[in-house]
Structures are given as C-alpha cells and as structure tokens.
C-alpha cells in the first residue's frame, strides 16, 4: 500500500493514490521528464500517449485528467521520498542518531538528482511554480505523512521524553531536512552529519 495512503485517515491528508500499474507507471516517467525539461504547461495527453506508444483514449482511461496524472506523479515522488526514510530507519535498529543521518542523507542525495523532487517539495512550501495550483490540496500531506513515518520508527528507540516534546522534536527534524532540500548548504553527507547533531541534543 502506498505510503501516503495510509495517511488518508489523518484529518490533513489526501485520498489515496490509484494503485500504480506498469502502464502508469511508464505514463508517470514520461509526464515527469517533459515536466523537469520543459515545465507543465508542455504535457499534454496527447504527447503522452506518444511517448509510450499507446492511443489517447488509453491514456485518458488510465490517468483520467491532467489534473489527476499532476496527482499521480507528485504522489508517486512523494511515496518514494518516504520509502528512502524508512528504510534508513529500518537498517538502523539500534542507532536512532545513525538512522537519522542516514535518512537525511539519502533524501538529500535523491533530491540533488532529482528536479521533480524539489518542484514539488518547493510548491507545497508555497514557492511559486507552475505545479503550485495543483498542489495545494498536498500542502499538508507530505509534512504529515514524513511525521507520521518518523513517529512510528521512533516508537522502537528509548528516547527519555514526554509525547509533546517528542512530537516538537520530529516536526523540527522533518523541517530542517525539508528545507535543506529545498536550499541546500552543503553536500548531503555534510548536512546530515549536521542534522543528527542537532537531533542527537534535542532527543537526548
């Protein structure tokens, strides 16, 4: 199940995602690179439906409308982003400061090679691009969602602090590799080096 599915219960989130498909899945890649080359105004079903070799009705039944292929690709990024989190967590069981460098790292680093990346986190912190009118309704969910992914992996660390101190402390975390992806100071392995000494004195 989708990663930001499971947040569709929360009261910021979305509605979960069509489960993605290898049709989709080709659609997505191909809206996302002409979206990183040549901007959003530039995709339409019909190049789509070029580019993977299938009619535009195909498309159409697939996808549905632009708007919704805008909401397919976003999702999609945004999933991805979240799987890197989870999984620096889950190979460091025992390390909360190692994991979460290492997932600083890693979203970091996927970000600096990836355009569409940072189009989207930058447009649900409200820069101006032109993805922002149809992003809107994702302004919450990606905050939401990499807080909830967090929460859950720190309930298997020891950490000596009361449940809003804990829930200030991974809004902070969350934050700062937020906006580190969005302008980045550094190389990813500098600023995550940066980000877990900060988190190893707030979390103790």
């Known amino acids: 199940m989708s990663i930001l599915a499971r947040v569709s219960a929360q009261p910021a989130a979305v509605p979960p995602p069509v489960p993605v498909g290898a049709l989709r899945d080709r659609l997505c890649d191909a809206a996302a690179a002409v979206i990183t080359s040549e901007g959003w105004a530039r995709v339409t079903m019909a ?22 292929l805008a ?3 976003v999702l999609r990024e945004l999933d991805r982003f979240l799987a890197g989190v989870i999984r620096s967590f889950d190979e460091n069981p025992t390390d909360l400061v190692q994991a979460i460098r290492d997932s600083a790292r890693r979203v970091l ?12 986190v930058s447009a649900t912190h409200g820069a101006d691009t032109e993805l922002l009118p149809l992003l809107t309704t ?3 969910s990606l ?3 990499a807080k909830m992914v967090v929460g859950e992996r720190l309930a298997g660390y020891q950490i000596d602090l009361p ?20 302008q980045p100071s550094a190389d990813p392995a500098t600023t995550a080096d940066d980000i877990a000494w900060v988190a190893e004195r707030v979390l103790g």
């Not at 090679?113 to 989207?120: D, G």
């Open 163 to 182: 449940a809003d101190r804990l829930d200030a402390s991974i809004d902070m975390v969350v934050r700062l590799v937020l906006s580190h992806v969005m």
């Open 143 to 145: 905050l939401v969602a």
């Open 138 to 140: 994702h302004a919450e």
């Open 47 to 68: 190049r789509l439906a070029d580019e993977v070799g299938v009619s535009r009705q195909t498309v159409y039944n697939e996808i549905g409308t632009k708007n919704d």
């Open 109 to 120: 680093k996927y970000a600096q090679k990836n355009p569409l990346l940072h189009a989207v």
């Open 71 to 73: 909401e397919a690709v």
